[in-house]
């Protein structure tokens, strides 16, 4: 089965990248974020104000989506910012841990597991770091 494409482009292109329990699939087409439900077709997932393109790069059995976002910081200037698509919702990664937890900026959410903990990459102390992100209960 084809997954489709957004058809944001024409010839337009889709690239699958991770698929659930479910058969639910996640991945990017033409340069933006999707996901394609079991035995549906890619449908885009919500992005944030000035995204230019994303990926998103998992998905997990709840259906929670990890990824990156590609945002327009000030006229030409972008930076990647790290995403989770949860609940309908699009979150910035950046806004869900401690300012003065000396992490930079969080640009690349790569796994999400069933229990929601996330990993990816970002910037630390080094130019690149792993990160692991445990949701915690409110």
């Known amino acids: 089965m084809g997954l489709g494409t957004l058809g944001i482009y024409d010839p337009s292109s ?66 990647l910012q790290a995403y989770v698509w949860k609940d309908g919702d699009v979150i910035n990664l950046q806004t869900q841990i401690d300012r003065k937890s000396g992490w930079g900026t969080l640009w690349h959410a790569a796994h999400i597991n069933n229990a929601g903990v996330i990993a990816g990459q970002g910037y630390f102390d080094v130019d690149s770091r792993g990160f692991l992100l445990i949701p915690t209960q409110p």
Not at 25 to 31: E, L, N, R, T, Y
Not at 47 to 58: E, I, S, W
Request: one cysteine or more; a negative charge.
């Open 14 to 79: 889709s690239h699958g990248s991770a698929i659930n329990v479910f058969g639910d699939v996640c991945g990017f087409s033409d340069g933006m974020p999707y996901v394609a439900p079991a035995g549906q077709t890619a449908q885009p997932l919500p992005v944030t104000r000035n995204a230019y393109r994303g990926h998103a790069f998992d998905i997990n059995d709840v259906g929670e989506i990890v990824g990156r976002l590609e945002v327009e910081i000030k006229g030409w200037h972008y930076t």
